[in-house]
């Protein structure tokens, strides 16, 4: 019984090892046509899971690549957005107060009193060489070196196109009227028949009205007397009557109920202070040549 048990576990294990080594050895014992198809088959899995990962890998840096490029697009869209904003600059000035600016290409004005002066600039375009003027300004314009023209109210009832002058511009309604100095001057206006233009001379004073949509245009002897108000004061010297109110009744935009006065022998020198009301600078010219003045409607009379 011994014997025989012992056999039968020597067979058993032997059988196992039989069955294990049949096992480990499949492939060995398969045809090499067979072991070459089984290498082909696995090496085409392994390529093709390679390429399966390397083609998710290659989406994830496409689609990082393409989320970075919109994030830096939008940034720079933002930013260019940002510095070509144009920003209004304005400068305003008070009763009885002037003000002088300088515009950054280098142009400056003057503005007289209850006037305002803007303009837009940003960080990308710069300045575009146009204004827009409320009230009354004398404007020196500096030369562009592209012969850019600079622009006073584009697009108004009276708009001014210059290169490189000096003029007082007057905007304040119903008084629409330019005074050149120096250099030329380009006046877009609406006439009878629609857009107008004209080119102004130095000396010569242009006047629009509006309601007709007529231009009147004279010669100025001496404009720069016009400007006295930019020192806020008249000065005379050894001047009539008449004379001395041919230049005021410019800067206050009066009439005279007789061009030709009487008063012409009484000559005075010195100064007259100018505020902005008309009634009071009159006032100080009839005590300063004995005289007796009035003002009605804009009209100057002679007592």
Same mark, same amino acid.
Do not use: C
């Given at each position: 019984?011994?014997?025989?048990?012992?056999?039968?576990i020597?067979?058993?294990?032997n059988?196992?090892?039989? !069955?294990?080594?049949n096992?480990?050895?499949?492939?060995?014992?398969?045809?090499?046509?067979?072991?070459?198809?089984?290498?082909?088959?696995?090496?085409?899995g392994?390529?093709?899971?390679?390429?399966?990962?390397?083609?998710?890998?290659?989406?994830?840096?496409?689609?990082?690549?393409?989320a970075? *490029?919109?994030a830096?697009?939008?940034?720079?869209?933002? *930013?260019?957005?940002i510095?070509?904003?144009?920003?209004?600059?304005?400068?305003? &000035?008070?009763?009885? /107060?002037?003000?002088?600016?300088?515009?950054? @290409?280098?142009?400056?004005?003057?503005? +007289? *009193?209850?006037?305002?002066?803007?303009?837009?600039? *940003?960080e990308?375009?710069?300045? !575009?060489?146009?204004?827009? $003027?409320?009230?009354?300004?004398?404007?020196?314009?500096?030369?562009?070196?592209?012969?850019?023209?600079?622009?006073?109210?584009e697009?108004?009832?009276?708009e001014? %196109?210059?290169?490189? &002058? /000096?003029?007082n511009f007057?905007?304040?309604?119903?008084?629409?009227?330019?005074? #050149?100095i %120096?250099?030329?001057?380009? $006046?877009?206006?609406?006439?009878? =028949?629609?857009?107008?233009?004209? =080119?102004?001379?130095?000396?010569?004073?242009?006047?629009?009205d509006?309601?007709?949509?007529?231009?009147?245009?004279?010669i100025?002897?001496?404009?720069?007397?016009?400007?006295?108000?930019? @020192?806020?004061?008249?000065? #005379?010297?050894n %001047?009539?009557?008449?004379?001395?109110?041919?230049?005021?009744?410019e800067?206050? @935009?009066?009439? #005279? %109920?007789?061009?030709?006065?009487?008063?012409?022998?009484?000559?005075?020198?010195?100064?007259?202070?100018?505020?902005?009301?008309a009634?009071?600078?009159? /006032?100080?010219?009839?005590?300063?040549f004995?005289?007796?003045?009035?003002?009605? /409607? +804009?009209?100057?009379?002679?007592?």
């Open positions: 019984m011994e014997t025989g048990n012992s056999g039968h020597e067979n058993t294990v059988l196992e090892r039989f !069955d294990e080594g096992e480990d050895d499949f492939v060995g014992q398969m045809p090499e046509e067979s072991q070459q198809a089984l290498k082909d088959r696995m090496l085409t392994i390529s093709s899971r390679i390429r399966e990962i390397e083609k998710r890998k290659s989406k994830r840096r496409t689609y990082f690549r393409i970075a *490029s919109v830096l697009i939008l940034a720079f869209a933002s *930013s260019f957005w510095l070509a904003k144009p920003d209004e600059v304005s400068f305003q &000035t008070a009763s009885n /107060e002037t003000m002088e600016v300088n515009l950054p @290409d280098g142009s400056k004005v003057i503005l +007289n *009193s209850n006037s305002k002066l803007s303009y837009a600039k *940003s990308i375009w710069g300045f !575009d060489r146009k204004v827009t $003027l409320a009230g009354e300004g004398y404007f020196e314009i500096a030369k562009d070196k592209k012969e850019k023209r600079f622009t006073i109210n697009g108004t009832l009276m001014v %196109e210059v290169l490189g &002058t /000096e003029f007057k905007n304040q309604h119903p008084v629409h009227k330019v005074t #050149l %120096e250099g030329s001057v380009a $006046l877009g206006y609406q006439g009878k =028949s629609g857009s107008a233009k004209h =080119s102004m001379v130095p000396g010569e004073m242009v006047r629009l509006p309601g007709k949509h007529e231009l009147h245009s004279k100025i002897t001496n404009p720069e007397r016009l400007l006295a108000w930019k @020192d806020r004061k008249l000065k #005379l010297k %001047e009539s009557l008449e004379e001395v109110l041919a230049i005021v009744k800067v206050y @935009d009066l009439r #005279l %109920e007789s061009e030709s006065l009487d008063q012409k022998d009484q000559l005075v020198s010195g100064s007259i202070p100018l505020t902005d009301s009634d009071e600078v009159i /006032e100080n010219i009839a005590i300063l004995n005289t007796k003045l009035d003002v009605e /409607e +804009n009209l100057i009379r002679v007592l």
